[in-house]
């Protein structure tokens, strides 16, 4: 079979790599806020429904941070909405709580202005670092975990409001393809959506073709474990979008040999902007949808394709093109944009029945 490459692979992994290599440790901070009042930060475990037996063994019950206001511990009569934020890919959500500088860059936004929510931090990395938010045996249904597990937790353990428009979902890189994913299919979860430097919006190939040999070497956690980025994000991707419960011991199939084309088919039926046109009459029901990226940031033209989709659709929503890499101003956004965005887009007094 003929070696394929697609573009959109090359800018994802570039910019990723790019981030991971430094530890994203190139991101700007905000300064402290004068007169922040503090958050208070839970770690809590959420049993996944929906992941139970997946085939590669990632945990059902996911780490979960929960960021409660200042007034929710003194005003115990009210109820707030919350936002669902998701990292990308290779870290997790303890990882992309230091990134995006967190509990301090909400802090600093409830401290400029933005109305008081609850924001929770759900893990969904993986064996291969990363579920890309989606359904898989392999992995587990991640998308469903979001939507409805997640979800089901936050509402029978905090005083949120219980409606889909008290509710958004934001991400950045892999989470924000996961919110474009997840958002697209579960309208009746989610009311308003922020999609930050989404990845993987577009049809993907296998990459370099001396992977193969490193990746059909793989055999278990730990081989994967001493992969360099790439090939491991290779290896998410089968996991999540070419899975093979009659393929053990991974239990997915990788882009390569007589299984090539079909792989490759599979991975490009989970491009945003290959399923997009599909689901037009769910992303007409979010009152607000924000997406941004850096101007130096190579996932820009398909973030911007995606805002043109919406644009051609008629479905409302903001684009814009800040000044910065993939990572090097995520905590700013996160505090000044990402924030007050949900505070004039969530509804925050529940609704009567």
Known sequence: MPWIRTASLAMFFSAALAGAALGQAKNNVPDIVPGAKPVMVEHVKVHGASLEGNLEGDAADRDVLVFLPPSYGTDRARRYPVVYALHGFPVGAEQWSKEIHVPQTIEGAFAKGAKEMIIVLPDSKTVHNGSMYSSSVTTGDFETFIARDLVGYIDAHYRTIPDRQARGLAGHSMGGYGTARIGMKHPEAFGSLYIMSPCCLSA???????????????????????????????????????????????????????????????????????????????????????????DQDSLRTDTGKLHDVLDSYGIANTFEIYSGTHVSNVAFRFQDYVVPFFSKTLVFNPPAH
């Open 204 to 294: 993907r190939g296998p990459g370099q073709p001396e992977d193969e040999a490193a990746l059909m070497a793989v055999k278990t956690p730990a081989d994967s474990e001493k992969l360099p980025f790439l090939q491991r994000a290779q290896l998410a991707s089968a996991a999540a979008w070419s899975p093979n419960p009659h393929n053990p011991p991974l239990y997915f199939d990788l882009p390569f040999g007589d299984k090539q084309q079909a792989v490759l088919a599979k991975w490009a039926a989970n491009a945003p902007l290959a399923f997009v046109d599909q689901y037009a009459a769910n992303l007409r029901q979010y009152h607000a949808i924000a997406l941004d990226v850096g």
